[in-house]
Antibody, heavy 123, light 107 residues
Framework: QLQLQESGSGLVKPSQTLSLTCAVS??????????WSWIRQPPGKGLEWIGY???????YYNPSLKSRVTISVDRSKNQFSLKLSSVTAADTAVYYC???????????????WGQGTLVTVSS | SYELTQPPSVSVSPGQTARITCSGD??????AYWYQQKSGQAPVLVIY???KRPSGIPERFSGSSSGTMATLTISGAQVEDEADYYC??????????FGGGTKLTVL
């Protein structure tokens, strides 16, 4: 059974960089046909996709966050990471990592999710 | 920008059928997916590609799509089905779109 587990700092100061890692177990991050996504959910609000990365390292980001987001992959550790720069209180959210499954290049969905980790932006 | 529209809330009594709708202009050409999110938990995929059910999801969960509307049906809703439900799809450019979520109350 594939499992994903987020880890990282739960408290980040405004203007600093949020950093999270997602460890994948029960399967290889290099498996073909999948990419690996970050999704967030502000308290009491809906879901917002941040971006995804293929095992090759190719990335695709939400246009609204693109200027501040970097997603990277470490195949040797079977994990991928998120960096979000210049954070504000609006970036306070539960951050989820998820596996992205494809029907075709433009039709995909998230089939396995981590449990999520709350990141609070506050001084 | 493309949007998926869901009712904010749906309420049923235990054993009744709950129907949650999701409307979007691209749905005639794109699959709809449904996620269940219980309080304090991560979302769980309950329907994919309009009407397919992942392993482990009870048979009372079903999905359909016609024209610009997708529907999640819970036949004989149980108290444990109380949750937020999100529809999901991609737009014509392959961008991610989540619906605003529907709070299902079963009481």
């Amino acid at each position: 059974q594939l499992q994903l587990q987020e880890s990282g700092s739960g408290l980040v100061k405004p203007s600093q960089t949020l950093s999270l890692t997602c460890a994948v177990s029960g399967g290889s991050i290099s498996s073909g046909g999948y990419s690996w996504s970050w999704i967030r959910q502000p308290p009491g609000k809906g879901l917002e996709w941040i971006g995804y990365i293929y095992h090759s390292g190719s990335t695709y980001y939400n246009p609204s966050l693109k200027s501040r987001v970097t997603i990277s992959v470490d195949r040797s550790k079977n994990q991928f990471s998120l960096k979000l720069s210049s954070v504000t209180a609006a970036d306070t959210a539960v951050y989820y990592c998820a596996r992205t499954a494809y029907v075709d290049a433009d039709d995909y969905y998230f089939d396995y999710w981590g449990q999520g980790t709350l990141v609070t932006v506050s001084s | 920008s493309y949007e998926l529209t869901q009712p904010p809330s749906v309420s049923v009594s235990p054993g009744q059928t709950a129907r949650i709708t999701c409307s979007g202009d691209a749905l005639p050409k794109k699959y709809a997916y449904w996620y269940q999110q219980k309080s304090g938990q991560a979302p769980v995929l309950v329907i994919y590609e309009d009407s397919k059910r992942p392993s482990g999801i009870p048979e009372r969960f079903s999905g359909s799509s016609s024209g610009t509307m997708a529907t999640l049906t819970i036949s004989g809703a149980q108290v444990e089905d109380e949750a937020d439900y999100y529809c999901y799809s991609t737009d014509s450019s392959g961008n991610v779109v989540f619906g605003g979520g529907t709070k299902l109350t079963v009481l």
